[in-house]
């Protein structure tokens, strides 16, 4: 059995979850369906003679959604349910053996009263004529799809052939139909010249056999039941994570990838700050920091990443293999504890950070009697205690900030100063 070769995926022309004349999903139907509405049907028959013809096949599509699907019976009637109004498109998926049908598609509109006219025509007297095959030719279609998804594919090119010569070419429309009309008893071989857009070739060549009565197997079953999948083409999305000034690699940062909103995927970098997502199809996706390393500002930029059908992918533009998403580490607090008579903390005090004599911070104690400076950097400053009119009360400690991070208050190595 070929791998990408379904027998058995849906009936074209049935919701997935229905099977053909279920009476409960007619009910469904029925029953969603304005009161005022009844059933309507039309006719299949042969143009030379006029009569019926049964086992012709019909979908009825809405905004290119499967609404229904019906055949005609041994008098040549096909039934629908009731319809809200609208305007609908009619399509023959299959006609009856040994016939071809003279159109294929057809425009249906339901009006405000439930009156349904199909090309113009009342329902009630439409017809949908065919032509005997005086060769008995026979058709077959099956149906492309995305072997993760399941989504209908369009622009599949395939080839049949019959003893490798080939004889007709057909191209998946929008609702995944790769079509073959018109063939004459024997043994043919079916291949895909060109994938659809994104995805991968199927290689296999799938055999197909036209019976003396019109029938039409491939691969050693019914046509009617056939699908092809592909596999989508997939690029990876990768990208290091290091120190903003240092460059070096960052472990622990989260990452999250979304696709219109919705994550995808989420990844953690390793020791050597490599962020590996997997790989994806092409599309725009948008990548976003969840958590930074320990020690580091979270990166709040939300980065577009475009994976191409060419196989490039960029983060902001920058192809993969050089994207580099950095973090700013957190400097240590200067923390500056007041207190007055008997350790009780004083709340309200201002002290000043300046440098080169411009002030560069201030803060107020709180409660607990704590002021504190964040994110400072590296350099010498003075440290000021202000009285309430904002002037220097004389007080003042040098504050030495190096570029490692460590701090220096008053030549000692610590960032806390305890003021009385």
Same mark, same amino acid.
């Given at each position: 059995?070929?791998?990408?070769?379904? &027998?058995?995926?849906?009936? %074209?022309?049935?919701?997935?979850?229905?099977?053909?004349?279920? /009476?409960?999903?007619?009910?469904?139907?029925?029953?969603?369906?304005?009161?005022?509405?009844?059933?309507? /049907?039309?006719?299949?028959?042969?143009?030379?003679?006029?009569?019926?013809?049964?086992?012709?096949?019909?979908?009825?599509?809405?905004?290119?959604?499967?609404?229904?699907?019906?055949?005609?019976? %041994?008098?040549?009637?096909?039934?629908?349910?009731p319809l809200r109004e609208g305007l609908?498109?009619?399509?023959?998926?299959?006609?009856?053996?040994?016939?071809?049908?003279?159109? =294929?598609?057809?425009? #249906?509109?339901?009006?405000?009263?439930?009156?349904?006219?199909?090309?113009?025509?009342?329902?009630?007297?439409? @017809?949908?004529?065919?032509?005997?095959?005086?060769?008995?030719?026979?058709?077959?279609?099956?149906?492309?799809?995305?072997?993760?998804?399941?989504?209908?594919? =369009?622009?599949?090119?395939?080839?049949?052939?019959?003893?490798?010569?080939?004889?007709?070419? $057909?191209?998946s429309d929008a609702e995944g139909f790769?079509?073959?009309?018109?063939?004459?008893?024997?043994?043919?071989?079916?291949?895909?010249?060109?994938?659809? *857009?994104?995805? #991968?070739?199927? $290689?296999?060549? &799938?055999?197909?056999?036209?019976?003396?009565?019109?029938?039409?197997?491939?691969?050693?079953?019914?046509?009617?039941?056939?699908?092809?999948?592909?596999?989508?083409?997939?690029?990876?999305?990768?990208? @290091?994570?290091?120190? *903003?000034?240092?460059?070096?690699?960052?472990?622990?940062?989260?990452?999250?990838?979304?696709?219109?909103?919705?994550?995808?995927?989420?990844?953690?970098?390793?020791?050597?700050?490599?962020?590996?997502?997997?790989?994806?199809?092409?599309?725009?996706?948008?990548?976003k920091e969840q958590k930074p390393p $320990?020690?580091? &500002?979270?990166?709040? &930029?939300?980065?577009?990443?475009?994976?191409?059908?060419?196989?490039?992918?960029?983060?902001?533009?920058?192809?993969?293999?050089?994207? %580099?998403?950095?973090?700013?580490? *957190?400097?240590?607090?200067?923390?500056?504890?007041?207190?007055?008579?008997?350790?009780?903390?004083?709340?309200?005090?201002?002290?000043?950070?300046?440098?080169?004599?411009?002030?560069?911070?201030?803060?107020?104690?709180?409660?607990?009697?704590?002021?504190?400076?964040?994110?400072?950097?590296?350099?010498?400053?003075?440290?000021? @205690?202000?009285?309430?009119?904002?002037? $220097?009360?004389?007080?003042?400690?040098?504050? /030495?900030? *190096?570029?490692?991070?460590?701090?220096?208050?008053?030549?000692?190595?610590?960032?806390?100063?305890?003021?009385?």
């Amino acid at each position: 059995m070929k791998d990408s070769f379904r &027998h058995t995926p849906f009936r %074209r022309e049935q919701p997935p979850n229905a099977q053909r004349g279920s /009476m409960e999903l007619w009910l469904s139907y029925i029953e969603k369906s304005p009161r005022n509405q009844t059933p309507f /049907m039309f006719y299949v028959v042969d143009a030379d003679t006029g009569y019926g013809l049964k086992g012709a096949e019909f979908s009825l599509f809405q905004r290119d959604e499967l609404v229904f699907g019906s055949y005609s019976n %041994r008098s040549g009637a096909v039934w629908f349910p009731p319809l809200r109004e609208g305007l609908y498109q009619l399509k023959e998926a299959k006609p009856p053996k040994q016939y071809v049908p003279e159109k =294929e598609a057809f425009q #249906m509109y339901v009006d405000y009263n439930g009156n349904i006219c199909i090309e113009g025509v009342p329902a009630a007297r439409f @017809q949908v004529f065919h032509k005997r095959s005086s060769e008995q030719k026979a058709s077959f279609s099956v149906i492309k799809y995305d072997i993760r998804t399941g989504k209908r594919l =369009e622009g599949a090119v395939f080839q049949l052939c019959q003893n490798h010569v080939p004889v007709a070419t $057909s191209t998946s429309d929008a609702e995944g139909f790769v079509q073959f009309y018109g063939l004459s008893e024997g043994v043919y071989q079916l291949n895909e010249l060109c994938p659809p *857009e994104g995805y #991968m070739k199927v $290689s296999d060549t &799938h055999i197909v056999v036209v019976a003396n009565d019109g029938t039409v197997t491939i691969d050693g079953y019914a046509a009617e039941y056939a699908s092809i999948g592909n596999k989508p083409i997939l690029y990876d999305i990768f990208f @290091q994570k290091q120190d *903003e000034l240092t460059g070096e690699p960052l472990e622990g940062a989260v990452f999250d990838l979304l696709h219109g909103g919705i994550v995808l995927y989420t990844a953690i970098s390793n020791e050597k700050g490599e962020i590996n997502f997997g790989s994806f199809a092409p599309g725009t996706y948008t990548l976003k920091e969840q958590k930074p390393p $320990s020690g580091y &500002h979270i990166n709040e &930029h939300e980065y577009t990443v475009v994976v191409a059908q060419d196989g490039m992918v960029t983060i902001d533009d920058m192809p993969v293999e050089y994207a %580099r998403i950095r973090d700013k580490k *957190e400097q240590e607090q200067i923390t500056v504890r007041k207190y007055v008579q008997r350790l009780e903390p004083e709340r309200g005090v201002t002290f000043q950070l300046s440098q080169n004599n411009v002030m560069v911070a201030c803060a107020d104690t709180n409660e607990q009697g704590e002021a504190y400076f964040h994110d400072m950097k590296p350099g010498t400053y003075m440290l000021i @205690q202000l009285t309430h009119d904002g002037q $220097s009360t004389g007080e003042k400690h040098t504050v /030495m900030i *190096e570029e490692s991070g460590t701090i220096i208050i008053d030549n000692q190595v610590t960032n806390i100063l305890d003021i009385q």
